[in-house]
């Protein structure tokens, strides 16, 4: 398994990103998808999940309504696109592989994350 993100960088406040998971080595429509942030200094946050076929959505209550997350199974890619982004963005955000087609089971696989940095 194989989870590789991109897309990160610095954005000011305010600004958008789009980030991709690009998955290799499983079946990727076969399961649900995670993303998870981590600040600088702070453990772990759950962000935003989608069902194997990404008809089922799920946010974190702090992102709900500023980003958007979705698959392409076509291209065993996860996106997520945030908008609105704050200071308290930033962080390395990874996608992880969850062990069913639906969220909330633990995560399995992970990315190696990327860098988003929002600053003026």
């Known amino acids: 398994v194989q989870l590789v993100e991109s897309g990160g960088g610095l954005v000011q406040p305010g600004g958008s990103l789009r980030l991709s998971c690009k998955a290799s080595?499983?079946?990727?429509?076969?399961?649900?998808m995670t993303w998870v942030r981590q600040a600088p200094g702070k453990g772990l946050e759950w962000v935003s999940a989608?069902?194997?076929?990404?008809?089922?959505?799920y946010y974190a209550e702090s992102m709900e309504g500023r980003f958007t997350i979705s698959r392409d199974n076509a291209k065993n890619t996860l996106y997520l696109q945030m908008h609105s982004l704050k200071s308290d963005d930033t962080g390395v955000y990874y996608c992880?592989?969850?062990?069913?087609?639906?969220?909330?089971?633990?995560?399995?696989?992970w990315g190696k994350g990327i860098l988003v940095t929002v600053s003026s």
């Open positions: 992880a592989k969850d062990p069913n087609r639906w969220p909330y089971y633990g995560l399995e696989y």
């Open positions: 989608i069902n194997w076929n990404g008809g089922s959505t």
């Open positions: 080595g499983f079946f990727f429509d076969d399961y649900a």
